[in-house]
């Protein structure tokens, strides 16, 4: 089936627009995390583990997630790790907005940092690759540079909506943001065209 030029450019829009707003939500977590723990704990040595706890899948499953975003139905791979998204970021609601903090919760904040780790190892390439599918040839380093520009906006904008948001009404409303910034990315994903595996 051939697409119509306005169907394909939708289309690119829908998948910029959800990295932008996914970025977005992505990138305030840790910042808003990073202030919560320090306000809890006082410790700065946590705050490394913390960043090292996101790293440490992402890295691990580069390989395996890059793999299985060529040969997998990338529409759903998104759709399912911005779904584990949204339910890491329900559960920072629920441990933020108590005022109780006991030593319990620094594991499990580690334990749904690492759940993000996961979702970013599969997110990037399937965006890469659906990229990649919608737009053609000629017009991809186009689309990849639009892309690469939309990312690192979205992640400098998305540390700076965090820090002020904390700031003036605090981490339960921050988070919120993050998760609403996080759903509309998951509404632009399932606008997309679901592609079979190449």
Known sequence: ????????????????????????????????????????????????????????????????????ADTGHIRNIMTVNISVYLIILVTLLGITSTDEYEAWMTLVIFALVGGTGVVRAFLSPCTSALLGQVVNQEELVEAASVSSMIWLLAAVVGPLLAGFFIGWLGITFSLGLSFTSVLISLLFVRRLHDRPPV
Do not use: C, H, N
């Open 1 to 68: 089936m051939l697409q119509t030029q306005a169907g394909k450019w939708r289309e690119v829009y829908d998948l910029l627009l959800s990295r932008l707003f996914f970025t977005i939500g992505m990138k305030m977590v840790p910042v808003l995390l990073g202030w919560y723990l320090y306000e809890k704990t006082g410790s700065a040595f946590l705050l490394g583990l913390l960043g090292l706890s996101e790293v440490i899948p992402a890295v691990l499953l580069a390989l395996p997630a890059g793999v299985r």
